[in-house]
């Protein structure tokens, strides 16, 4: 196993002992299509990208003169609604390094970096991580950045769930 794999596992939780640790839920092997079905234990919503209002996002990277062009994401956050956490659900289509980051925008013009990592990851495995606002005030948007080699592709969703 490779080092840059295993720190993938660790920051992912992508193994079912990790689960309990980080607090997070894993759902292994689990088909593309089922992804905004994960995590129905608790009351989640959708939240919708901005660009396309769909909840579900199928993105290749495609690199241009300028470098990437397509790396950022952004979901909006209903302004009602009780919302305690944010999960982030993200399936590769290969494997390949991946950059991951995840940033909460607030209606004041701040924002948050919740995640930065990088890591190799196993083509169809879900990756689901749970993600809490640092300061405590409800962001308007969830900005997922993910980056890598050219012609990569990847599924991302982000849903606001209550406990």
Do not use: W
């Not at 769909?54 to 397509?70: C, D, E, H, T, Y």
Request: with cysteine; net charge neutral.
């Amino acid at each position: 196993m490779k080092k840059r794999y295993f720190l993938g596992l660790v920051l992912f939780a992508s193994l079912g002992s990790l689960t309990g640790i980080l607090g997070v839920d894993v759902k292994a092997d689990m088909p593309t299509q089922a992804i905004s079905q994960a995590s129905q234990s608790n009351t989640c919503i959708d939240l919708l990208e901005v660009t396309t209002g769909q909840a579900q996002i199928r993105r290749v990277i495609k690199f241009s003169l300028f470098g990437p062009g397509n790396i950022h994401l952004d979901f909006a956050v209903p302004p009602n609604g009780t919302i305690n956490y944010y999960e982030v659900t993200f399936v590769p289509e290969n494997n390949a390094n991946y950059d991951i980051g995840i940033n909460f925008r607030y209606p004041d013009g701040s924002q948050a970096n919740v995640f930065s990592a990088s890591a190799t990851v196993v083509k169809d495995q879900v990756y689901t991580r749970r993600f809490v606002s640092p300061t405590g005030d409800r962001p308007f948007l969830i900005n997922t950045s993910v980056g890598g080699e050219n012609n990569i592709a990847y599924n991302i969703n982000v849903r606001g769930c209550e406990y």
